[in-house]
């Protein structure tokens, strides 16, 4: 008998279900890729494997039926330890692409937004503005200070500068309004990030990990603007490239991000050199 012939081939319906299977392992690893979680996710694997081919060959059946018992609260410390990444799956899977959510409105965001930065980033002032998408931000709006403004570059410098009360945040804008100020983001856990971001520039990456919105930050060390989105943060962008990558995004009502996304994909809009610092750059501020 050839060895070939121990093995049972699977039929239409089987390679089906290995084709999801396949599919929904590949998804996870992508989504735990960079993470912190990601190094436990690999020594959990490679520990429950060793130790249950070593209790199969060795024939330690006591054993071997602990390790299958302990599976249920190794899927519960799995929950546990991956809460931050499950909660932005899901996230992104409520997004209800039906809603507009003022995002019309946007349109006119730009030119105020733009007016807001180029001054900012002439007089070395930080800023952290993050605009609201499909997904909402009401839980981190209330670690700030509620507004609910109309928007106007005036405003938005006023609140950035140095010493007022609301400075030392992120401003989220919703539909066409300024909702919070001296709101707190979420640092990003990314090991790769480089070290020499600082808390400004960690925290437009990790809001927009765990939500779709846009951020723009003003450095307060060098007066470099940045744009973060989807995870990734382009650094050192010129006002003109700015404003296209603005009005690309706040033009696009419903799901049109994934057009950009293809954009940044394709180079167009190249988003990739995430956290790549030019050997000038200096460290960035708080």
């Not at 106007?152 to 919070?180: K, Q, Y």
């Not at 856990?189 to 723009?216: C, N, W």
Request: hydrophobic letters at 45%; aromatic letters at 6%; glycine letters at 8%.
């Amino acid at each position: 008998m050839q060895w070939n012939d121990a093995f049972e081939r699977p039929d239409m319906l089987g390679w089906i279900e290995i084709s999801i299977l396949a599919a929904l392992l590949y998804f996870i690893f992508r989504l735990f890729k960079g993470t912190r979680g990601s190094a436990i996710l690999t020594g959990l694997i490679i520990l429950f494997g060793i130790l249950n081919a070593v209790t199969s060959v060795s024939h330690l059946d006591v054993l071997n039926w602990i390790l299958a018992k302990l599976m249920l609260y190794i899927t519960l410390a799995v929950v546990v330890i991956f809460q931050p990444e499950i909660r932005r799956v899901l996230a992104r899977l409520g997004r209800q692409p039906w809603r507009n959510n003022g995002m019309a409105a946007q349109k006119s965001l730009v030119e105020p937004i733009m007016q807001c930065v180029k001054l900012l980033s002439k007089r070395k002032i930080g800023a952290l503005i993050a605009i609201e998408r499909e997904i909402g931000m009401r839980a981190i709006q209330d670690t700030g200070t509620k507004m609910n403004s109309l928007i106007s570059s005036e405003l938005l410098s006023t609140i950035f500068f140095p010493h007022t009360p609301l400075h030392d945040g992120g401003v989220i804008i919703s539909g066409d309004r300024i909702c919070a100020a001296g709101c707190l983001f979420p640092l990003s856990q990314k090991e790769e990030l480089s070290k020499m971001l600082g808390t400004r520039h960690r925290a437009a990456i990790g809001i927009t990990e765990e939500t779709d919105a846009i951020v723009v930050v003003v450095s307060e060390e060098t007066g470099a603007i940045s744009f973060a989105y989807n995870g990734k943060l382009r650094r050192g962008l010129e006002e003109d490239r700015l404003r296209r990558m603005l009005a690309s995004m706040l033009r696009r009502e419903r799901t049109g991000l994934s057009r950009f996304r293809e954009k940044i994909e394709t180079g167009e809009a190249s988003l990739s050199d995430t956290v790549l610092m030019t050997p000038n750059e200096g460290p960035d501020d708080e």
